[in-house]
């Protein structure tokens, strides 16, 4: 797990908010705090969607809904003039994209010991940070996958052009 400071707040929300740069990420949870304290659930209301609208979005297997189908609700909650006093998301990887992660990282964990790669999104107090995480399913001594995931978001930052530094 690492800390890591966004430099340019405009850049990066921009990023998340007005693009698809997060779009294949499953978004866990939000809370956004501006007027009111907003709380989204990202957990997938099974009830909600026809088995037939699931596979038609291709979110079979998700526990959660991708950021993208919630990425206009959440830009709809901090729009404005006034910047909201803190923030929270939790994004985690699709089942998909956790298989393919751990193929191209050549990682020796499969997708049945891994519970989610993790990227958690804060602003408070006037400072943007984002940190890694990596869930396990049961007790690991191996860490490796920890340093290999951390990496892979800082490449993902400098892909798209999100300044940071490291604390």
């Not at 990023?15 to 978004?27: G, K, Q, S």
């Not at 809904?65 to 909650?77: I, S």
Request: charged letters at 20%; a negative charge; aromatic letters at 12%.
């Amino acid at each position: 797990m690492i800390a890591i400071k966004l430099t340019n707040h405009k850049n990066f929300m921009n990023a998340l908010l007005r693009t698809e740069v997060f779009d294949h990420f499953l978004l866990q949870e939000a809370t956004i705090a501006a007027a009111a304290t907003y709380h989204i659930d990202g957990r997938m209301s099974r009830e909600y969607y026809t088995q037939e609208e699931i596979d038609e979005l291709g979110i079979a297997g998700y526990p959660c809904l991708p950021y993208g189908m919630l990425r206009n609700t959440c830009f709809d909650l901090i729009k404005g003039k006034k910047t909201p006093s803190a923030f929270n998301f939790v994004l985690m990887l699709s089942p998909d994209n956790l298989a393919k992660t751990l193929a191209s990282l050549g990682s020796a964990f499969t997708i049945h010991d891994i519970g989610a790669l993790f990227i958690n999104l804060r602003f408070a107090d006037g400072i943007m940070m984002l940190t890694t995480g990596v869930s396990y399913k049961t007790f690991q001594l191996d860490k490796s996958l920890d340093g290999q995931w951390d990496r892979l978001i800082q490449k993902f930052l400098d892909k798209h052009e999100i300044a940071f530094e490291i604390l």
